[in-house]
C-alpha cells in the first residue's frame, strides 16, 4: 500500500490556480492507493487513512487533514468519508479534471 503525505504548503502556486488559496499552508494533504488487488474493497484504506490522520493530527500545528479525490471516483470519496472526512467543495484541477476536496478536522475529545 502506498501513500503520499505532503504539506499543501508545496503546491501554493497550483492551489491558487484550483481556487484552494483559503487553505492554510500548514494542512496535511493525503493520497493513497492499494496496489494488490485482492486487498481492495475490504475495508484497508479506511483503517490506513485512519492510522495516518491520527499520527498527523498529534502535531498540533496541523490544523486539519485534507484529500482531493476524483469525481468520477466514488470509492475514494467512500473510503475517506468512512474516515471522517466530509465533503467540502467541488474544484477543477486543471489538466486532471474535477475533484472533491474533502476535509477531516479533529474530533470532539482528540487530544491534539
Ligand atoms: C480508494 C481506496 C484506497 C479505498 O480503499 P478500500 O480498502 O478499497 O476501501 P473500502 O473497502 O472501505 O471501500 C470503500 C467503499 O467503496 C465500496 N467499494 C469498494 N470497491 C468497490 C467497487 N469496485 N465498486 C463499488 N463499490 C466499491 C465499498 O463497498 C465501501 O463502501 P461500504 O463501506 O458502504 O461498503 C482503494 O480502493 C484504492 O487504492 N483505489 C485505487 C487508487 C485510488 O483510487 N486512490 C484514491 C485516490 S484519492
Known sequence: MN??????RDCRSLNDVAGLADIPTSVIDIDIMIGEFDAL???LGPEAI????EVALSDPTVPFM?????LDNPV????FAKAGFRKDRE???????LHMLM???????QVA
Open 103 to 109: 476535509v477531516r478536522h479533529r474530533q470532539e475529545g
Open 41 to 43: 474493497g475490504r475495508g
Open 50 to 53: 485512519r492510522l495516518v490522520v
Open 76 to 79: 475514494s470519496q467512500l473510503a
Open 91 to 97: 474544484f477543477d484541477d486543471v489538466p486532471n479534471g
Open 3 to 8: 501513500f503520499a503525505v505532503s504539506s499543501i
Open 66 to 70: 485534507m484529500a482531493c479525490a476524483r
